[in-house]
């Protein structure tokens, strides 16, 4: 066994990664770029190199540098993570030039598998079934035209060099094909480098069922069971489980001896993940991951063995500890992913500090796997991803309840997340009955996305109560320090001349005003809101979190102020509130014309109309892309663009106006 590693990755999947190295006794060597100089992986390794900018391709990327800081550092072997180079074979032949270890399969198996025409070209050879589709190398755009009609819409055109839902469209009718294709290429070109399609029948409801293969230098290879992967949103995965629920056990035998053969096909060594597409009681190979997956921990749980250490061994030379018929499955597990995401955006990326991240106590059917912590910022440069909860439990049911109970105890304020919809999947009937296909979130969207119901009266007089707690925290600190701390002039108790004493407040909700008022009782505190008088005190503080009495009923609230804005962690949920100063003029530009604002930092990679075009709402005026995915910018209502104030290929910021639009209702009264 090796002695010292570099970890050539960042985040979540290097803190785990470092997790089994110092189990077994091997140093670490973390890389950092300058976005990440204060991450958590950074202070948790044995030591530390900075290798570049902030921007992926002059840090994470540079082949040559990482070499360089693995030879300078001593380190014996590289481990590279997933995304990033982990499927890269040149990165594995350098490290193979360098004498280096690369802790993953041969250079030839990447490649094989790197593309997906030549891996369905090898398995169509070792008799692994196929999707119908077409993966030739003819990349002439009305070629492709012509297979996708003989295949039958709807049909799937997907990057044929890279997974990950990037460069991946889905085509409904014929006359959508070319701006789809487009798309398609463009968005695979700029995240692999290889605008290379392929083109599959689409299926309708299938389920995404893949199984975890490993294989060592001796040409031993086991699998380790499959994972159910079918929630997804924009083609990414958000929710897996193990095993795959409502499987017949022959088709679970099959597959996993279709994954081994084709494990075999490329002579593979290390850890892979051989997907399939599920339908019909028909399973068809879609793709090979030449990597460990981001989902590997719900196998882990339900077999017991550590992959990022079997990943060590064999790429140290050791064979693997168990065969096949050692290999078993107890109870279930499930993993959600926690992404710093707008679900009701379209599942924009947030990027913004995290002011509060709290995770429920880990035990042994719990288990939190992060790489980032409070005072964290979610950048636009990587995967926005904050956190994976992994669940277990002796069966789905049990597994299912701990999941809710982990999710209403994780507390996350700062930027917007994908934890309501995490709650709302894990609560919802059809999942609680396995009935799962990769088109679950879309179908059920509207039960989802709702937002969360509460009644407004309670959440402003919440909101007021923890005002009145932090007036009376700071009130307290200040006249501590102060020369006379017993002065009445330190008195937070809304007194008033010829008055009854109360304190007027203004909160912004939903882009609303509402006034609460507070009075301050002989027996304790009044909340008016909404036309409602509610009875109300604060019973006690505890580590940020408030005990609250309101109209009878004691509520645990933790408020997380960043200034005037107030994020209200409540039952599971956040509720975002800005503290207004009634004092202050705020305008609100009332007669300017609309604009298009950049949503998030990112590159301007197509302008779609010119100025003085006149346009109808929800054309696409611009396309951005930002952390790897495009999106399109539509136009908010019929009208005319007045400027357009960037050009293709410019870095934006978030926030900046693109386009300013002048909508047909302005326009007529010019």
Known sequence: MFSKLLIANRGEIACRIIASARRLGIKTVAVYSDADAEALHVTQADEAWHIGPASAAESYLRIERLIDVAKSSG?????????????????????????????????????????????????????????????????????????????????????SAGG????????????????ALEGAQREAAGAFGDERVLIEKYL????????????????????????????????????????????????????????????????????????????????????????????????????GFDLVEWQLRV??????????????????????????????????PATGRLHHLLFPQETPGLRIDSGVRSGDDISPYYDPMIAKLIVWGEDRESALRRLRAALHQTEVAGVATNLPLLQAIAAHPAFAAAQVDTGFIQRHAHELLAPPAVERQDLLALAALAEVERRRAETAASAKASPDPSSPWWGCDGWRLNADTHRDLHFQLDDDTFAVTVRYLPGGLEIEAEGARLPASVMAVDDGR???????????????????????????????????????????????????????????????????????????????EAMKMEHSLPAPADGRVAAIHFREGEQVEEGVELVSFVAATESSTA
């Not at 084709?262 to 879609?286: H, K, L, N, P, Q």
């Not at 107030?566 to 956040?574: C, D, F, P």
């Not at 007669?591 to 696409?620: C, D, F, N, Y």
């Open 204 to 303: 309708t409801r299938p389920r995404h069922v893949e199984v975890q293969v490993f294989a060592d230098r001796a040409g031993n290879v086991v699998h380790l069971f499959e994972r159910d992967c079918s929630l997804q949103r924009r083609h990414q995965k958000v929710v897996e489980e193990a095993p795959a629920p409502a499987l017949d056990p022959k088709i679970r035998d099959a597959m996993g001896e279709a994954a081994v053969t084709a494990a075999r096909a490329i002579g593979y060594v290390g850890a892979g993940t051989v997907e399939f597409i599920f339908e019909d009681d028909a399973f068809y190979f879609m793709e090979m991951n030449t990597r460990l997956q981001v989902e590997h921990p719900v196998t882990e749980v339900i077999t």
């Open 315 to 348: 790429a140290a030379g050791e064979r693997l500890p168990v065969d096949q018929k050692e290999i078993r499955a107890r109870g279930h597990a499930f993993e959600v992913r926690l992404y710093a995401e707008n679900p009701a955006r379209d599942f924009l």
């Open 75 to 159: 380190a014996e072997a590289v481990h590279p993570g997933y995304g990033f180079l982990s499927e890269n074979a040149a990165f594995a032949e350098a490290c193979a030039a360098a004498d280096l270890v690369f802790v993953g399969p041969p250079a030839d198996a990447i490649r094989a598998m790197g593309s997906k025409s030549e891996a369905k070209a090898i398995m169509a050879r070792a008799s692994v079934p196929l999707v119908p589709g077409y993966h030739d190398a003819d990349q002439d755009a009305e070629r492709l035209a012509e297979e996708a009609a003989a295949i039958g819409f709807p049909v799937l055109i997907k990057a």
């Open 546 to 624: 408030l005990l609250v009495e309101l109209a009878g009923r004691r509520i645990n609230l933790r408020p997380v102020w960043r200034g005037a804005d107030l994020t209200l962690l409540w039952e599971g949920k956040a509720h975002r509130l800005l503290l207004l100063d009634p004092q202050a003029q705020v305008d609100r530009g009332e007669g300017a014309s609309a604009k298009v604002i950049a949503p998030m930092p990112g590159r301007l990679v197509q302008v779609k109309v010119v100025e003085g075009q006149e346009v109808t709402r929800g054309e696409t005026l611009l396309v951005l």
């Open 164 to 179: 990950g839902g990037k460069g991946m469209r889905v085509v409904e009718r014929p006359e959508d094909f070319g701006a």
